[in-house]
């Protein structure tokens, strides 16, 4: 059987941890890339999170290249920049990681919303992952242009035969949505712990 659009995300995530339960920057960062073709399927709706998501995939990169030895853990960059007191510059790689995890919360919640609630439009089952992920951290602007952008989202029948169009997309979707919820619990956890998980836009 061929696997779905979910797959490469999914084998994926079964490397993202070291054998003493580190988080690892590039197979996170890869996981994290491996779900733009799945945010691309969005077209028009999804345009804004598939630049943020992207330009904080690349800024992360950059850093974890830089060094690859001192940066293979994930959270050594953010504790790199805490001690320097640069976590919070909105160009910081800590700034990159809380947005990188707070857009896979919005992609997360709104895969659970189409599975959960089959009779939700597309436009509903994003605003509703909207409201509950992103909106509480994003200003007047941002909230404004989200919204507009939500009504752009495509049919929910087109949309889930061009992503399930190959193997068992519900299963994976469910899968998906169940193996990256601890991941990204853990990355909010740990920059609670170095006080940035509060950031707003």
């Known amino acids: ?10 084998e994926g995530m079964k490397h993202v941890k070291s054998e003493e339960g580190e988080m690892l920057s590039k197979p996170f960062l890869d996981v994290c890339k491996q779900i733009l073709p799945v945010i691309d399927k969005f077209g028009a709706a999804m345009a804004l999170v598939k630049t943020d998501v ?9 850093k974890y290249l830089s060094n690859p030895a001192e940066f293979q853990n994930l959270y050594n960059m953010v504790r ?3 001690e320097a007191k640069k976590a919070e510059g909105s160009s910081s790689c800590t700034n990159g990681l809380l947005w990188l995890t707070r857009a896979m919360d919005f992609i997360v919640e709104l895969f659970r919303n189409l599975m959960e609630h089959a009779d939700w439009t597309m436009s509903q089952v994003c605003t509703e992952a909207y409201t509950k ?25 087109k949309f889930m035969d061009v992503v399930g169009e190959k193997g068992d997309i519900n299963s994976d979707i469910e899968k998906f949505c169940a193996t990256f919820t601890p991941l990204l619990q853990e990355n909010h956890k740990f920059l609670a712990s170095v006080g940035v998980d509060h950031m707003k836009a």
């Open 133 to 157: 992920t992103l909106k509480k951290y994003h200003g007047w602007l941002a909230s404004s242009t989200f919204t507009v952008a939500m009504k752009l989202a495509p049919d929910r029948k």
């Open 80 to 82: 790199v920049e805490v």
């Open 1 to 10: 059987m061929e696997g779905t659009v979910f797959t490469p995300a999914l």
């Open 54 to 62: 992207g330009g904080n995939i690349t800024r992360l990169e950059n």
